[in-house]
C-alpha cells in the first residue's frame, strides 16, 4: 500500500494520513504495534523508502504451531529453532530438571 499511494518524499503528517486512511486497510492497531506513529512524531518529511524500511524492520511476525507428538528434543535453542521453522514439534529442555517444555 506504502509503495503505491505514498509519494516518494512527504511531510510527517501526510505519510501517517496517507496510513490512518481507512481506505487503504492499515488498522488503528497496525499503526501501534509498528510504532510508527512515535516514529514519525521527530521526523518533518521522510521518504517513502524510509518509511517501508522501518515498517519492515518493526512488523509483527506471527507463526503457526502445529502441536503433535515431538519430532526433535534438544538443549540448544538454535536447533529448535530451525525445527520450529521445518514444522517440527520440538521439546525443549533439560530432562533432568523435571520435565521438558513441549514447543
Do not use: H
Not at 31 to 58: I, S, Y
Request: proline fraction near 3%; charge should be negative.
Amino acid at each position: 500500500m506504502i509503495e503505491r499511494k505514498m509519494p516518494n518524499r512527504a511531510g510527517a503528517e501526510q505519510a501517517l494520513a496517507v496510513l490512518r486512511n481507512p481506505q487503504n486497510g492499515v488498522k488503528a492497531g497496525e499503526l501501534d504495534w509498528l510504532g510508527v506513529e512515535e516514529w514519525l512524531a521527530g521526523k518533518e518529511t521522510v521518504t517513502k523508502q524510509e518509511l517501508l524500511d522501518f515498517v519492515r524492520a518493526n512488523r509483527v511476525e506471527i507463526r503457526e504451531v502445529i502441536k503433535g507428538d515431538a519430532q526433535y528434543s534438544t538443549n540448544d535453542n538454535n536447533a529448535a529453532l530451525e525445527a520450529l521453522d521445518r514444522g517440527e514439534c520440538v521439546y525443549w529442555g533439560d530432562r533432568r530438571g523435571g520435565e521438558p517444555i513441549r514447543v
